[in-house]
């Protein structure tokens, strides 16, 4: 049997936390847990020491999304496979996590991700945004699946994602330095050495953002500087644009059938994403004081 380790990247993990802690004990049954946690002041690593866990503490400054998961990779040298939860992501039963790593049963898979369920406080639009994105039913995908699928060939989510370790560091790893979506660059490493991406829908985690349209502006800023700074990925998959109006299509749809008065707020949030993502690709002609100001993330433009 291959050995396993899970990292997750703390900072004040807040009220769920105990429940985190509970819940991956149970599930990570011999597994290596390790915990890097951004010098939290909530306990958080302290609870985690006390759970049995083994915890990392780093600065807040030198805490980036990429650079901070692949000094993990290294950290755990003695596993095989490395799964990468967030704090917010509560594993559903005991089993979730050996299903998704049963995906390594197949030599030619490089990395697996599960499926993510609302949290039982997610609006209709958080709700919808994880039904379209995780569906119920498992695949499997390589480079031939590009044509059909675009980008959405590299998707994976390390708040619940699992990766063959040697693999992932011989295709050089994450990215040392973006400002989110080092899953999906990992992933696309990953394609380009031939290796397939698992999806397992029997795998889940609940795992979900009740966002204001304000956050739903920054977050697609930082989405859209993602692609401007990472363009081959868009030269190579494909643009997003079009996955975003088969999404739109969808919760207009699904929102009709389960809560018609969030529709207004579904297209302010639509029309924010949009103008968020666009001048995220443009990126590099907006000063930097600006960029802090528009980004989730304000931190990563120092």
């Given at each position: 049997?291959?050995?396993v ?7 004040n993990?807040g009220t ?7 819940r991956?004990a149970l599930a990570?049954?011999?597994f290596?847990?390790l ?5 939290s ?15 990392l503490?780093i ?7 990429g ?5 993990a990779l290294h ?8 799964v ?8 559903a039963?005991?089993?979730?996590l050996?299903?998704l790593v049963s ?7 490089g990395a ?7 949290h039982?406080?997610a609006?209709?639009i958080?709700?919808?945004a ?14 031939t699946?590009i044509?059909?699928?675009g980008?959405k060939?590299a998707f ?10 040697q693999a ?8 040392d330095h ?6 999906m660059v990992?992933g ?7 290796w397939?991406?698992?999806y ?9 953002h009740n966002y ?12 859209g500087?993602f ?14 644009e079009?996955e ?20 207004p707020?579904?297209?302010?949030r ?5 103008v ?5 690709r ?21």
């Amino acid at each position: 049997m291959n050995s396993v380790g899970l990292c997750v990247p703390t900072l004040n993990a807040g009220t769920l936390w105990h429940e985190w802690l509970k819940r991956t004990a149970l599930a990570a049954d011999g597994f290596r847990v390790l915990v890097v946690d951004s010098c939290s002041i909530d306990g958080t690593a302290e609870a985690a020491r006390d759970a049995g866990f083994e915890t990392l503490e780093i600065s807040r400054e030198t805490f980036n999304h990429g650079a901070t998961r692949h000094s993990a990779l290294h950290h755990l040298s003695d596993c095989d496979i490395v799964v990468f939860l967030t704090q917010d992501a509560l594993v559903a039963d005991s089993e979730a996590l050996f299903r998704l790593v049963s995906e390594f049963e197949d030599p030619k898979v490089g990395a697996a991700f599960g499926r993510q369920l609302p949290h039982l406080d997610a609006t209709p639009i958080a709700a919808h945004a994880r039904l379209f994105n995780y569906p119920a039913s498992s695949r499997v995908v390589s480079q031939t699946d590009i044509p059909r699928l675009g980008i959405k060939t590299a998707f994976l989510s390390n708040s619940f994602a699992a990766y063959r370790r040697q693999a992932l560091i011989e295709v050089g790893g994450f990215p040392d330095h973006v400002i989110l979506s080092e899953d999906m660059v990992a992933g696309a490493r990953l394609l380009k050495q031939g290796w397939k991406l698992a999806y397992n829908a029997d795998a889940c985690v609940y795992h979900s953002h009740n966002y204001s349209i304000s956050e739903e502006f920054k977050r697609y800023f930082d989405i859209g500087a993602f692609h401007s700074q990472e363009a081959w990925l868009i030269e190579w998959l494909g643009s997003a644009e079009g996955e975003g109006l088969r999404f739109i299509r969808s919760e207009a749809k699904y929102l009709l059938k389960h809560a018609p008065l969030a529709l207004p707020s579904a297209l302010l949030r639509t029309f924010s994403k949009y103008v968020g993502y666009r001048l995220g690709r443009h990126e590099r002609q907006l000063p930097t004081r600006l960029k802090k100001r528009l980004s989730m993330h304000a931190r990563f433009w120092r």
